[in-house]
């Protein structure tokens, strides 16, 4: 009776939960998609290891009831003897050489990555979920780039620990029992290595201390989901005692109401356009539906001029004004769009100086009412080779050129600005202060000819406190740990900064390394 209570609780807790998201993300869709419709709102005590590890009770190993035991308490791990971890990591078909630390870390590694789950029935309504195909498509999607190259992933194992969750996810759906269990606090994640490196950045190892308490109560089976929303967990290396995670769906205001003018927003770096498009599961339809904005600008489009007509056959109908730059000096690089339902009074691209506009970096569209500028700021580069070029002659450059259109009309700047300015903006600072996005040059510059300029950090003055991320880099589940950064901004004139009704993040669009964010300001 012991050993099928076990089992029994094996079963309930094969379900662990692995951060699915949105797969809705950009304003293009597959020419077999219907219009948008209507708008439809953000909804918002430990014992030692036993020795029956390979011993098989229906079809199910029954070291894997310790494994699921090692997940619910993480300390037991620390305690095991070298002995211990030796034998449990072959039991499951791991190498187990190297000195304790070698092993703790590779029995971690497998108990985190080792999780599958099941969407929610809501979910699979809305058509607004993942599979788990599609889990590595996330990490296979991203394209190198000079200046965005891909951290270091090992695709081999991504498929073998995708493999071996769908195994385990058959075995336990073919028991028909199912047992009720209650979740305690559990202490998520202690690593031993971790990299949370910003594309171009040197491979660094850093020992993470954080600590985060996920608290959970509720009943479970093998019938119900855990809804893991890792956004929602504080993950940063250096937190202070008054912040707190950005939470989408209770720190968002209220929808306005119909009779109140506004202009909602979006920006997306889709790090590759064409490689978005192709992955499976993508509906540019459901994104629209979600979050009905009228404007989208996009960053790192990595399009040639030669694409942008076939790309504008596929918009989705209510979006004819699209406007489109690429990069002539090297091309399949940078490029950003700007696509909108409105039909701005005029369209400019570049800064209008020849040393800045071969990359296809900023288009700007004019509204009655303001300016509206996509941007996608040069990255400071592998080894900083372009921090100078960033600092001393783009960043002034940019400034001046927005300083000249606030003579006329307000200024809103978004996209991807390649600079998390303070600490509460990224998980890891001490560890980041030469990596490209986080040197002193570069928040001097972004405080200097930006923030000083007059204009305004919109998600940071709506969320003072919060730790929200919009970056996440691929290497050591980055977004699934939320070990981010903030690089991506809505920025507007200090005139225009009380019309903001709302500054997010969209952090369950998955798709890039980067999510989309939204601005609604009213007119």
């Known amino acids: 009776m012991k050993q099928l209570r076990l089992l029994n609780l094996y079963q309930s807790l094969q379900f662990c939960s692995i951060p699915k998201h949105f797969t809705s993300k950009t304003l293009l869709s597959h020419p077999t998609l219907k219009p948008m419709a209507s708008k439809t709102p953000f909804s918002s005590s430990s014992q030692p290891i036993s020795n029956h590890h390979i ?29 211990e971890l030796r034998k449990t990591l072959k039991s499951i078909g791991v190498p187990a050489k190297g000195r304790k630390e070698d092993l703790l870390s590779a029995l971690k590694t497998f108990m985190d990555n080792n999780m599958c789950e099941q969407d929610s029935p809501t979910r699979d309504k809305q058509g607004l979920f993942i599979s788990s195909e599609n889990t590595s498509l996330e990490v296979k999607a991203k394209k190198v780039s000079d200046e965005e190259p ?10 073998v620990e995708l493999n071996q969750g769908k195994k385990r996810l058959k075995q336990s759906e073919s028991a028909s029992k199912i047992v009720k269990a209650t979740t305690k606090k559990k202490l998520l994640v202690k690593s031993d290595e971790v990299s949370d490196v910003k594309p171009s950045r040197g491979k660094r190892k850093v020992s993470s201390d954080v600590v985060s308490v996920v608290s959970q109560s509720d009943e479970i089976s093998t019938t119900t989901t855990i809804q893991t929303e890792t956004w929602t967990v504080l993950a940063h290396k250096k937190p202070q ?16 109401s119909r009779d109140t003018k ?17 992955l499976e599961g993508f509906s540019a339809l ?9 404007v989208l600008c996009l960053q ?8 942008i007509e076939e790309i504008k056959q596929r918009l989705l109908d209510g979006y004819e004004n699209s406007f489109w730059t690429c990069s002539v000096s090297k091309l399949g690089y940078s490029g950003t769009a700007i696509i909108s339902r409105i039909k701005p009074l005029s369209v400019r691209y570049g800064l209008g100086i020849s ?22 700021v040069p990255n400071s580069g592998d080894g900083l080779k372009r921090l100078s070029y960033r600092v001393t002659e783009w960043d002034p450059a940019l400034s001046n050129y927005l300083k000249e259109l606030e003579k006329s009309k307000p200024v809103v700047l978004t996209g991807d600005l390649n600079c998390a300015h303070e600490e509460i903006d990224i998980y890891n600072p001490a560890g980041n202060k030469r990596s490209a996005g986080f040197t002193d040059e570069e928040r001097k510059s972004f405080e200097t000819n930006l923030l000083s300029k007059g204009f305004v950090d919109t998600f940071r003055r709506q969320h003072p406190g919060v730790v929200g991320y919009t970056y996440w880099g691929y290497r050591h589940g980055g977004r699934k740990f939320n070990r981010g950064w903030r690089l991506d901004y809505f920025l507007v004139s200090e005139s225009i900064a009380d019309k903001v009704h709302d500054s997010y993040i969209l952090p369950d669009v998955i798709g890039s390394d980067h999510c989309p964010i939204g601005l609604v300001m009213k007119l």
């Open 262 to 278: 506004f202009v909602k927003l979006l920006s997306w770096n889709v790090n590759g356009l064409r490689a978005l498009l192709k």
């Open 55 to 83: 011993l098989k009770e229906n079809g199910v190993d029954s070291y894997s009831i310790e494994i699921e035991r090692l997940r619910n308490d993480p300390t037991i791990v620390d305690t095991m003897t070298v002995p």
């Open 300 to 307: 790192e489009t990595k399009l040639q001029e030669k694409d």
């Open 241 to 256: 005692k008054d912040w707190i995670a950005y939470n989408p769906r209770t720190m968002r205001p209220p929808p306005l």
């Open 150 to 159: 891909v951290d270091d992933v090992n695709d081999t194992l991504e498929k």
């Open 355 to 376: 040393d800045h506009d071969s990359e296809g970096r900023l288009v700007t569209v004019e509204f009655d009412t303001f300016y509206l500028i996509t941007g996608y």
């Open 286 to 294: 459901q994104l629209a539906q979600r979050e009905d904005f009228d």
